[in-house]
C-alpha cells in the first residue's frame, strides 16, 4: 500500500514542475527576440543615417571616379562661357567685390572694347586684310561663372584668377556665382587653397549651361582651364 501511496504523490509533483520550465523557456525566448529587435533597430537606424549622408564629412571619390574625372578634363577642348550682358554689367561689376581703382580700371577696358567692336562693326571694309592685321576685338569681356562643391562640403577652398582678377572661394555644394573678365589668352586658372576635412579638393565650374567637374585637386595645385565666350 505504500508503494501505491507513493506514485500519485511524484506524478503530482511532476506535474507542478513542467509548468514552470514552459515559464522559464518562455521568458528565455521573449528576451532573446527583444534583443533581436533591438539590434535590428540600431542596424536599421545607422542604415538610415548612411543614407542620408549624415556619416560622410569628408570626400570619399574612388581611384576609379578620380581616374574618369582626371581623363575628362583633359579630354575637354574649351568650355563655353555665358557673357554677362550690357544690362547686368554693372552690377556683376560692383559684385566682384573690387577696390574702388581696380573697378574703374575694369571698367574703363571693357567700355575700350565694347567702343572698338562698335569702331569695327560700323567700318566698310576696304579691302581683305591679312589675319595679323585684324584688330582684336575680343581683348576683354564679362562672364559669369559658378564654383561648386562636387563632393562632400567639408570646407575645401580655391582662387580663381582670370583677365587679372582674383577671387577665393569657400565651396558650397549650393555654389557661388559671379562674373569674372576673359582675357584675349582664353585661361581659367583654379588653384586649390585648403583640403577640408581631407580626400582632396573637390571642384566644379559651370557658366550657363556649360561645366566641367575639375580633377582631385590638392592644396597649392593649379589647374588651367581654356574656355570660350558665347
Known amino acids: 500500500m505504500a508503494n501505491q501511496g507513493e506514485a500519485p504523490q511524484r506524478h503530482a509533483d511532476a506535474s507542478r514542475i513542467v509548468p514552470g520550465s514552459a515559464r522559464r523557456t518562455s521568458w528565455l525566448v521573449a528576451k532573446a527576440l527583444l534583443a533581436t529587435l533591438l539590434l535590428g533597430g540600431t542596424v536599421a537606424t545607422g542604415s538610415w543615417a ?133 582675357s584675349t589668352d582664353g585661361v581659367i586658372r583654379v588653384t586649390g587653397i585648403k583640403d577640408g576635412d581631407g580626400g582632396g579638393i573637390t571642384v566644379g565650374l559651370a557658366s550657363g549651361s556649360s561645366q566641367v567637374i575639375f580633377p582631385i585637386m590638392s592644396e597649392g595645385q593649379v589647374l588651367g582651364l581654356k574656355v570660350r565666350v558665347e
Open 50 to 182: 548612411l543614407s542620408q549622408g549624415t556619416a560622410q564629412t569628408s570626400d570619399e571619390v574612388s581611384p576609379s571616379q578620380a581616374q574618369m574625372r582626371l581623363e575628362a578634363f583633359h579630354a575637354l577642348d574649351a568650355l563655353m562661357l555665358s557673357r554677362v550682358q550690357p544690362g547686368a554689367q554693372e552690377k556683376a561689376l560692383q559684385d566682384m567685390q573690387l577696390p574702388p581703382d581696380a573697378l574703374q580700371s575694369l571698367r574703363a577696358a571693357l567700355q575700350a572694347d565694347t567702343a572698338t567692336k562698335n569702331a569695327s562693326t560700323n567700318q566698310a571694309p576696304a579691302k581683305q586684310a591679312s589675319p595679323q592685321a585684324q584688330p582684336d576685338t575680343r581683348r576683354m569681356q564679362l562672364v559669369w561663372v559658378r564654383l561648386w562643391d562636387t563632393d562632400a562640403e567639408d570646407g575645401d577652398v580655391v582662387r580663381i584668377e582670370s583677365g587679372g582678377y582674383t577671387r577665393t572661394v569657400r565651396l558650397t555644394k549650393r555654389g557661388d556665382t559671379f562674373a569674372v573678365p576673359v
